[in-house]
């Protein structure tokens, strides 16, 4: 399954995007996780979600301001960022993973899709 995500751009502090994974197949019993790298930064992880979307973690840096959420008909997932902030800007990833909820660490996910630029200025 080739995943591809899609959405990114540039938005002014306080600005929304939301961003889309799709999937070239069915993904119904992956953990799908975000995220983001941004320059001379490690990679580090944003969200998750379990394979049915009724679990879900986030990294304590985007609670309240970012959703994950999963239409496992239309093989996506999304993530809807709001009220962004300069430190948000990165390169978003989508990566898959044979656990239902990996969680936010890398290295439990083996399917990575091409990311999607965030840039969040005025």
């Known amino acids: 399954v080739q995943l591809q995500a899609s959405g990114g751009g540039l938005v002014q502090p306080g600005g929304s995007l939301r961003l889309s994974c799709t999937a070239s197949g069915s993904m119904p019993n992956s953990g799908v996780g975000w995220f983001r790298q941004a320059p001379g930064k490690e990679r580090e992880g944003v969200a998750c979600?379990?394979?049915?979307?009724?679990?879900?973690n986030y990294a304590d840096s985007v609670k309240g301001r970012f959703t994950i959420s999963r239409d496992n008909a239309r093989n996506a997932v999304y993530l809807q960022m709001t009220n962004l902030k300069p430190e948000d800007t990165a390169i978003y990833y989508c990566?898959?993973?044979?656990?239902?909820?990996?969680?936010?660490?890398?290295?439990?996910?083996?399917?990575w899709g091409q990311g999607t630029q965030v840039t969040v200025s005025s």
């Open positions: 990566a898959t993973s044979e656990w239902h909820l990996p969680g936010l660490a890398d290295n439990l996910y083996d399917n």
């Open positions: 979600i379990e394979p049915r979307g009724r679990d879900t």
